[in-house]
């Protein structure tokens, strides 16, 4: 057995080298001394063995310097006794077997090895080419009108008679060759003839007739042979010889070339380039041999010349046949019709080959251009399956910026295109600028083929309607991997779905994890109402026109201020910042909004990577700050038009507009998405205001009118320079010590002490520490069972439990790592004690130790299995104590046959919550956007219909959230994880947009950077008026920075049914309650108007749900039914009876129904009174509104409050001070409110 390269031998060291062709043999001895391979006579010329001369080997100087075997080869000696090595007289030496007998040489010069291989057929090709060109030479030169006959003989002339029928076949066989062209021709047939031997002979492999009998060879010994003969046989060189048949044997030769050209450069050229160069030979070929084969024939007919045959060819070929030039001789015309019939044969074929390439190639998209791709930007869309609706999100959003509209769109996909996709790409918008390949990024070919290493960046997108999500984000991280391996300097912007698997793809410079984002989503809007919604309008671009022309004056409003994104300028280039240098952060954002209209929500030091929301008064502005803020666009497309006197633009701007009345957008908001921007800017300068009355107590009252001359109430300036004595955020700080002096009287001494600390479970790797309200100790998993008493409490549902604040419910399959994300923002250290709401999961499956382990130190974090589809888990879980639940979409009804299918039971079910339940604040989440115009169906209102309607005027007219004007959409009950793509593409624009993100939804808590939060304006609040003096109001006491605001309005639906229908369908029966409602009512007792996303409940009739007329067959069968009483109060009694039940309506008849299922279950109904039906208000977002945008009753404004824990270490005497002052005014019945 040989031993390898490098190898200790018990004598020496044995080493190879190998050569081109060949292989040396080296002996080493330990002393140095080293014995090659000479070969004697007994190689016999083959190489086939080494002989090692060991006559001059003295084993005894070996034997003092010979080292110890190795452990292996002693191990071996001692189990097989081999004493081979004790006699000195023999060595052990390795034979090596090797064929290098000139025919292997050869072999490898003409075969084996790739260029020289190339180049001899490279030289093949030329000769065949030069032979037919002397033909043609040949051609030109000869005339048989000056005699014919052969080499040496006499000439004899010939002339064609078309009346005799007999073919005088001296032309054909005899024609006039020079002797200099003579001699060239033979010259390159003996070369090629050569040549064609010796490739035979090194290919011959035992079937030598198989060799002989090729076409090639006996073409190549047709042309070369006699040609040789000539040379010995004089009168012969004259004979005619169809030399032009090499132009076969030179496509042949063409064909080898390039495939020896691929091997040798390693590279791979396109099937279709091959097909199309085989194609055109071909032609190129048979248009070649008919006009040689049909001139020569017609020698002895009507004498054509090479162009005239070259014509008749192509008029044949073509099928044109115009008859001018026919053969006159019978062979020329079975010639021509051997030609035709091998032209239907092959060219048929050939087209059909590149047909089926070609179909291939439009499926699977070709290749993109190199030199394209280095002259041109593009980025490279990787995905899973490519769907529509996620094509025209990533286009309309990645074109929507102006700088990317010369980018090209290379996509890389693994399936077939789309039959819609197909349709869509072949618009000419994207036709010119999309580009579709059919491939996968685990392909280096593929990749090679999108031109990944030049790429601008790469978008790997999940795909998020598999049932097994997890093998949905296995495969996005090897794509991920893939790429980062074949083009580390293309940046990376990855979808990932599950979080516990984001920490795979790290290394990518933007991460988007869908759960993470969609559960702190849901999560925050139980708190601040509509978030869904607030962050969806954020990260879209939209040009702030939707809606313009409607006549409703909030969807005016509402897609106005929709048109507001987060841009980012440095404050030292900033016209609207850069007077602020010096200031505090709360001084520039309160003047920036009064005096430009934009919103300054955050900033991030030149020295610091991470990004501060609202760092707060103390933080001090300078020059090297990136300023983020909103606005409709941003400063660089902004022109600035100066007005002196506030009269001017009065009288300017008083009566245009469509924003008129008390919620009229002033001109510096009105602001054109295009272009150069006109923002009118009031030559208004902060005055400071008398600060009278106010910030002691917990609200202001009222002022006094005392006429037409009396002040409206001051509110105190911001400071340009934070003055910590009155700045009050603090309260969060000592929120816990103020719950431990003032404990309630109805909690005794039964409270549980909650501590702030970090979670020490984190159920997957990458999860951002969060500060949090936790237990003390951890809960027993079996107290976390809601619907289950245990040995440590006995209670089984959620009235038992007591709790003061209302539940939140959420509604999910498993119990999945994401859900964590749910708890951490609803458990946060900055939301107020008292304020935490008891969350249950309602959960279809059993969740895991791992997971209970996470969530076991929150407090009041329960969960339940059941489904949201059964009544009897709902009430169980507590829903009529309730003020928020959310249905979390199923991961196994995700994928549907049938498209948009997939959200048909979350729809349904989520209806008839809607109607058992009409004032619970439910938030659905959706498969597919489009499937929201079907929550809170009515069929029959003509309301909905003209939504409806706008909706597709706004979808014709190119806006990007065509589903904004959607009542569930605008109130934030609805939300597709699909809407936050955009998130993904607006990163390769705006890097900032994901950390932004991440800290407005709590995902992330960088120091001293602030949080989403929600107030309610009151009635007591009205006398601020605007938006302008609210934002100075919070800038000036709390340091809080308002974003926008959440508005409800009373609105009556119109339906289509008579209104005789509408008038009985309203009727109200009066139904005997149970005892248990007689019962006194306790904390759930009524529903408070303070939560569940800004509903209110009101009695006037404005707010009197519509409800519709339904017969009841089933009812009136059981009055029949009753027993039958005599006389005439019986009958009364009956008739009063069935009139009560023909005009009962479905609310009552839903309230019996969920009253009777409690009752069956043995839960009181004390909670669950006639609910009204919220169906006749509408809400919506208006994200930073004007400033003299007027206030409104239950308006809930979005806030960023600044960080409680930035400034704990200074003035703390002082600030417990001031926060006990503030607490002491607090309402403790208000959730995340902030009192004037």
Known sequence: MPLPDGAHSPGGVYRGARGGGHTNRTFVFDDGRCAARQPGAGDGGRGDGALLDTASLKMSDLDSELVPLPPRYRFRDLLLGDQSFQNDDRVQVEFYVNENTFKERLKLFFIKNQRSSLRIRLLNFSLKLLTCLLYIVRVLLDDPALGIGCWGCPKQNYTFNESSSEINWAPILWVERKTALWATQVTVAAVSFLETTLLTYLSYKGNIWEQIFRVAFVLEMINTLPFIITIFWPPLRNLFIPVFLNCWLAKHALENMINDFHRAILRTQSAMFNQVLILFCTLLCLVFTGTCGIQHLERAGGNLSLLTSFYFCIVTFSTVGYGDVTPKIWPSQLLVAIMICVALVVLPLQFEELVYLWMERQKSGGNYSRHRAQTEKHVILCVSSLK????????????????????????????????????????????????????????????????MDNGEACFILSSRNEVDRTAADHQTILRAWAVKDFAPNCPLYVQILKP?????????????????????????????PATPTLITLLVHTSRGQEGQDSPEQWQRMYGRCSGNEVYHIRMGDSKFFREYEGKSFTYAA?????????????????????????????????????????????????????????????????????????????????????????????????????????????????????????????????????????????????????????????????????????????????????????????????????????????????????????????????????????????????????????????????????????????????????????????????????????????????????????????????????????????????????????????AKDSYSLALSRLEKRERENGSNLAFMFRLPFAAGRVFSISMLDTLLYQSFVKDYMIPITRLLLGLDTTPGSGYLCAMKVTEDDLWIRTYGRLFQKLCSSSAEIPIGIYRTESHVFSSSEPHNLRAQSQVSVSVEHHEETREAQGPWGSRAGTGGGGHTVGGGSAERPLLRRKSLPWARRLSRKGTRHTGKAAAEEISQQRLRLHQRSERQELSELVKNRMKHLGLPTTGYDEMNDQQNTLSYVLINPPPDTRLEPNDIVYLIRSDPLAHVASSSRSRKSSCSNKLASCNPETRDETQF
């Open 500 to 528: 516990e698997n984001k920490f795979h793809v790290k290394f990518a410079e933007h991460v988007v994890c869908e759960e993470e984002c969609k559960y702190a989503m849901l999560a925050l809007s139980c708190i601040c």
């Open 590 to 938: 309160f003047h920036a909004h009064k005096k430009y209209g934009v919103c300054l929500i955050g900033l991030k030091r030149e020295e610091s990577k991470s990004i501060l929301l609202n760092p707060g008064p103390r933080h001090i502005l300078a020059a090297s700050d990136t300023c983020f803020y909103i606005n409709i666009t941003k400063e660089e497309n902004s022109a600035f038009i100066f007005k002196q006197e506030e009269k001017q633009k009065k009288k300017g701007f008083a009566g245009q507009g469509l924003y008129e009345g008390s919620s009229r957008l002033p001109v510096h908001s009105i602001i054109a998405s295009m272009g150069t921007v006109a923002m009118d800017l009031q030559n208004t300068e902060c005055q400071p205001a008398q600060s009278g009355g106010g910030s002691g107590g917990s609200k202001l009252a009222l002022p006094t009118e005392n006429g037409s001359g009396s002040r409206r109430p001051s509110i105190a300036p911001v400071l340009e320079v934070a003055d910590s004595s009155t700045l009050l955020p603090c309260d969060l700080l000592s929120d816990q010590s103020e719950d431990e002096m003032t404990p309630s009287d109805e909690e005794g001494l039964s409270v549980v002490e909650y501590v702030k600390g970090y979670p020490p479970n984190s159920p997957y790797i990458g999860s951002s520490p969060t500060l949090c309200h936790l237990l003390p100790v951890k809960a027993p998993f079996c107290c976390l069972r809601l619907d289950k008493g245990c040995k440590h409490n006995s209670y089984e549902d959620a009235k038992a439990y007591g709790f003061k604040n209302r539940l939140i419910i959420v509604s999910a399959e498993t119990a999945g790592n994401g859900l964590y994300n749910f708890i951490v923002p609803l458990r946060a250290y900055y939301r107020p004690r008292r304020e935490l709401n008891p969350i249950v999961l309602l959960l279809d499956n059993r969740p895991d130790h791992h997971f209970l382990e996470a969530i076991c130190c929150f407090p009041m974090v329960y969960y339940m299995e059941g489904s949201v589809d059964n009544l009897d888990s709902l009430l169980q879980c507590g829903i009529i104590y309730a003020d928020n639940l959310v249905v979390v979409d199923k991961e196994s009804t995700m994928s549907a046959k049938e498209d948009y299918m997939a959200d048909a039971k979350t729809i349904v079910n989520v209806q008839t919550m809607f109607r058992l339940f009409p004032s619970l604040s439910i938030t659905t989440e959706l498969t597919h956007p489009s499937n929201m115009r079907f929550m809170q169906f009515r």
């Open 388 to 451: 529509i609706d996620l094509l025209m999100d990533f286009l309309n959003e990645f074109y929507a910026h102006p700088r990317l509209q010369d980018y090209y769109v290379v996509i890389l996909c693994p399936t077939e295109m789309d039959i819609q996709v197909r349709r869509v790409l072949q618009i000419p918008l994207w036709s010119q600028r999309v580009i579709y390949l059919q491939g996968s990024a685990l392909k280096d070919q593929d990749l090679m083929r999108a031109k």
